[in-house]
């Protein structure tokens, strides 16, 4: 059986004759994300405590109004009708009150307190004095000191569409909700096979082979976009011969929804990627992508036993280029896995300028100034070297065909980074 493509055309740079042209970078990446989401990951329902990092499979909707009663926002008096009033009772917050039944009368009334039918208002307990019988007196604040019934949300209504990462804001906005567990859609699990018979896995590179810079970083940046990674599933230096490269992605597709492979996406006499992918019956959803660097990356599907598609992102062996393509197929194809909308690029504007790529789109890694809207490219930026990247916030796109000229608003794919991770 032989690899399919998507795509058909002429010859793409080092591609064999006959092979077809690189996707444009952008239509690659929504090709990724359309059969990403057209393979959305099942619907699973998860208590709260353990839904962060799912992505919502419905709408956010409360159970009840919010609040759901009139609740008092301050400590003091709940009076009927004017002043001085003789006390009552007391309402404290958990329990649902008496009505307020005369004019005259007050309850005392405690933070969060369900506010009793026939309250007029309610008096702050600082505001407040007694007379010489007992009976509180005093002016309540022209602003209502309650919340009344659904003035944060109505039952039933959207607060939050499918397709929103769960986060501890979300969950905290669901439990108020009143709900006790969430349809979500299960992280991916992801899996990572390294190729290359040239590289160490430990101490300094020399004598010809390089240090393995990929299996130890991309699980952590696969963990960024929500991956479940788990140390078993990260496989390799694996031999460069085809029976292991097949039979290593065999096994990583037995438990992964993603694998991920390094290396061998060219054609060179120990590049077996594309051959195993021949010998496992998958389909290229993109096959070489017209971007600098990173262009021999590529998307593969395969149909599981149930049906279900796995996928295969091969990226490139060069260091940054694997980066590349993490940020711009693998992303995109996990938001629409995830049942997420496809990313949507911030921008910023050009403080030096940097070249084009003639008819490839230029990924650049740049620094972001985010008090100042702007992007500064780095240095150390070869597709062989990671010194730039691990300075960086992101990359630049400049499209084909064009120069970044200095002022420049463009397009910035952001590295998956956490919040304090790239101080200024
Ligand atoms: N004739 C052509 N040769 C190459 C072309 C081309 O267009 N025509 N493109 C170059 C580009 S661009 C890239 S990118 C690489 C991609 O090649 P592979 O994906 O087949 O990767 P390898 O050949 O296995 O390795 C390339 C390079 O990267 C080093 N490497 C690989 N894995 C790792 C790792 N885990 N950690 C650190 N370094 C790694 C490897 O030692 C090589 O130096 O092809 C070019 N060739
Ligand atoms: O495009 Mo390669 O991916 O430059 O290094």
Do not use: K
Not at 218 to 234: K, M
Not at 306 to 318: K, M, S
Not at 381 to 386: E, F, K, T
Request: with cysteine; proline share 12%; hydrophobic share 40%.
């Amino acid at each position: 059986m032989s690899v399919r493509s998507e795509s058909t055309g002429s010859t793409a740079v080092g591609e064999p004759t006959g092979a077809p042209p690189p996707a444009r970078w952008e239509e690659a990446r929504a090709r990724v994300y359309a059969v990403g989401l057209a393979a959305a990951l099942p619907v699973v329902t998860r208590p709260l405590a353990e839904a962060d990092g799912h992505t919502l499979a419905e709408p956010l909707t409360p159970r009840t109004d919010l609040p759901a009663f009139p609740t008092s926002s301050v400590d003091g008096w709940a009076v009927r009708g004017p002043g001085p009033w003789r006390v009552v009772g007391r309402v404290l917050a958990g329990s649902a009150p008496e009505p307020l039944a005369g004019d005259g009368t007050t309850v005392e009334i405690a933070t969060g307190a369900m506010v009793p039918e026939g309250t007029s208002a309610i008096l702050r307990i600082e505001d407040s004095t007694r007379t010489a019988d007992g009976r509180v007196d005093g002016t309540p604040r022209p602003a209502p000191e309650w919340r009344p019934t659904g003035e944060e949300a109505r039952a039933g209504e959207e607060l939050l569409p499918a397709g929103t990462p769960v986060d501890p804001g979300l969950i905290g906005l669901a439990a108020s909700c009143g709900h006790d567990s969430l349809p979500v859609r299960r992280p991916p699990r992801a899996a990572l096979i390294v190729f290359g018979d040239e590289l160490l896995t430990t101490g300094p590179p020399a004598a010809g082979r390089v240090r393995d810079a990929l299996g130890p970083a991309v699980p952590a940046w696969l963990r960024r976009y929500g991956c479940q990674v788990r140390p078993a599933d990260v496989v390799g230096p694996v031999a460069d011969t085809l029976p292991a490269h097949v039979a290593a992605l065999r096994a990583a597709l037995t438990g992964a929804d993603l694998v991920c492979t390094t290396g061998g996406t060219m054609h060179g006499p120990v590049d077996h990627l594309h051959p195993a992918l021949q010998a496992l019956g998958a389909d290229y959803v993109v096959n070489t992508v017209a971007v600098r660097p990173g262009f021999p990356m590529l998307l593969a599907r395969l149909v599981g036993d149930d049906g279900r598609a796995r996928f295969v992102a091969g990226l490139p062996g060069n260091p940054q280029s694997a980066i590349v393509a993490l940020v711009s197929l693998v992303a995109p194809l996990l938001a629409g896995l995830q049942g997420r909308p496809m990313p949507v690029l911030p921008s910023a504007t050009l403080a030096e300028p940097i070249r084009g790529r003639g008819s490839y789109t230029h990924l650049a890694l740049v620094r972001l100034d985010a008090a100042a809207g702007t992007a500064h490219p780095v240095h150390h930026v070869g597709s062989a070297m990671l010194r730039g990247l691990a300075g960086a916030d992101g990359f630049a796109v400049i499209r084909p065909d064009t120069t970044g000229e200095a002022g420049a608003r463009v397009p910035v794919v952001p590295l998956p980074l956490l919040p304090g991770e790239r101080p200024s």
